[in-house]
């Protein structure tokens, strides 16, 4: 709970800083859930590599969280052909 508070004061923090570039539909945020204690403070945008460039500008660390989409990365695709094999013997 200690750390949950401070988390939640600099989420409001970037609600309003980003909010210009919120209402120009730059970036949007994920719904907002009941408890939230924003471990992440997740955006997401159109523009995802300019907007990350200006964040980082700004002092800002970034990241993207999904750089590949999980279909397109090569381990994900290796397991899932190791399940379809393995359950394709099992298969009438």
Do not use: W
């Not at 949007?28 to 990350?52: F, K, N, W």
């Not at 970034?62 to 399940?83: E, F, Q």
């Amino acid at each position: 709970m200690r750390t949950t508070v401070p988390r939640v004061a600099f989420a409001r923090r970037y609600d309003e800083a980003l909010g210009d570039m919120i209402r120009e539909g730059v970036i949007a945020l994920p719904p907002r859930s009941e408890g939230c204690v924003y471990h992440q403070y997740a955006i997401t945008s159109p523009m995802r590599d300019h907007v990350q460039r200006r964040l980082t500008e700004a002092g800002i660390g970034t990241d993207v969280h999904y750089p590949l989409p999980c279909t397109g990365n090569p381990l994900s695709m290796a397991a899932k052909l190791l399940v379809t094999t393995s359950r394709q013997k099992r298969i009438s």
